[in-house]
């Protein structure tokens, strides 16, 4: 038995978002621990630069490390896009981000080989989705629609809003038109508006929640390193942020499966 079995895996986000991914990560994983950190004083990160996001990340990273955990899950699309390969090769703990396994899902799913993608201007204007997916099948077409109001008004918990549903049509009424069967949540937030995208888009369209494929990766991941957590390991989890604790605490209870007793308040720019 390897002693890191049992040590949590660090889930990271620029805000409440990440939680959708710590919650599949908690149905397909219930062995495993995690210990999650929101950058809530610094969110949104889709509109920094790349060099910003890195360092961002990078203290993160450190952060997460004096918590001795055994794997790190990138839990934010931008971050994935802009700093995980860079930081990976810094690492000698195993890191997985959301854009692959999510990429890799609709690539599987779609018939017509035309994938929508939706996320932050940071993700979009990567082009990293395009990029991965045209590495495995340069025949998709992948259409990207950048969603900037989508954050904010996830991060005020207006899910089923007609402002909310507004903004929905008006953003997806152009990919509509685009005659795509499958649609990547590009952003960790999106799956908290899945009935409402679903509502616009129409049953026809494949939704990919790169959430869900990224718990069912991590899995993979920890197996093939030899440290999965032990069956009926009794797991933990710890929520940090770098601000507005209450609020995050608040949102953290209306989305996980479980009591989050408390959220712990860090200086990140000391990492």
Request: glycine share 8%.
């Amino acid at each position: 038995m390897n002693g890191m079995n049992n040590a949590p895996v660090g889930v990271f986000d620029s805000g409440v978002g990440g939680l959708t991914v710590a919650r599949e990560i908690n149905r397909q994983l219930p062995n495993e621990s995690i210990i999650y950190f929101g950058d809530t004083a610094r969110v949104p990160y889709g509109s920094k630069s790349k060099d910003t996001i890195i360092r961002y990340s990078r203290q993160i990273v450190r952060f997460l490390q004096t918590k001795n955990v055994k794997a790190i899950v990138v839990a934010c699309n931008t971050a994935s896009a802009f700093a995980l390969d860079t930081i990976e090769k810094e690492l000698d703990i195993p890191m997985i981000g959301v854009v692959k396994p999510g990429a890799k899902s609709a690539i599987d799913h779609t018939k017509n080989k035309r994938i929508g993608i939706i996320g932050t201007e940071g993700t979009i204007k990567s082009e990293l989705y395009t990029e991965y997916i045209h590495g495995i099948d340069p025949e998709i077409t992948v259409i990207g629609k950048a969603c900037p109001l989508f954050c904010p008004l996830v991060e005020e918990g207006m899910l089923h809003d007609s402002v909310t549903y507004e903004i929905t049509r008006r953003y997806l009424d152009e990919l509509k038109e685009q005659n795509i069967d499958s649609l990547i949540l590009g952003c960790t937030h999106y799956p908290l508006l899945r009935s409402t995208i679903r509502d616009v888009m129409g049953e026809g369209v494949n939704l990919v929640n790169p959430a869900y494929e990224t718990a069912i990766g991590l899995g993979e991941m920890l197996k093939q390193n030899g440290i999965s957590a032990d069956i009926g390991a009794r797991p933990d989890y710890e929520f940090y942020v770098s601000d507005a604790a209450d609020k995050f605490k608040s949102f953290a209870n209306s989305i996980m499966p479980f009591e989050i007793d408390e959220t712990n308040r860090i200086n990140i720019e000391e990492f």
